[in-house]
Nanobody
Framework: QVQLVESGGGLVQPGESLRLSCTAS??????????MGWYRQAPGKERELVAS???????NYADSVKGRFTISGDNAKNTVYLQMNSLKPEDTAVYYC?????????WGQGTQVTVSS
């Protein structure tokens, strides 16, 4: 069974930074073979894709975070990171890690990010 565990969320002021981590575990699971994504869901809004990385090379970002967020992966640690800089109040949400490949689709439990002065 695959498990995704997020960490690194918290309360920060506008302009500050946070780094989220998503560590995957499970028999024969490797992040290299999955499209790893970070999603977020703010109160009253739909869950949206923030960034994704495939095979540790191909990345994709939502327009709202381009130039501020960076997704990366460490295959040896089976961990995906989301470096978030220049945070804004509108980045406040629960951030979820996702691993997808064909019919396989796994989610973490989420970590809260709050940006407020």
């Amino acid at each position: 069974q695959v498990q995704l565990v997020e960490s690194g969320g918290g309360l920060v002021q506008p302009g500050e930074s946070l780094r989220l981590s998503c560590t995957a575990s499970g028999s024969a699971f490797s992040i290299f073979y999955y499209r790893m994504g970070w999603y977020r869901q703010a109160p009253g809004k739909e869950r949206e894709l923030v960034a994704s990385i495939t095979s540790g090379i191909s990345t994709n970002y939502a327009d709202s975070v381009k130039g501020r967020f960076t997704i990366s992966g460490d295959n040896a640690k089976n961990t995906v990171y989301l470096q978030m800089n220049s945070l804004k109040p509108e980045d406040t949400a629960v951030y979820y890690c996702n691993a997808a490949s064909g019919m396989r689709d796994y989610w973490g439990q989420g970590t809260q990010v709050t940006v407020s002065s």
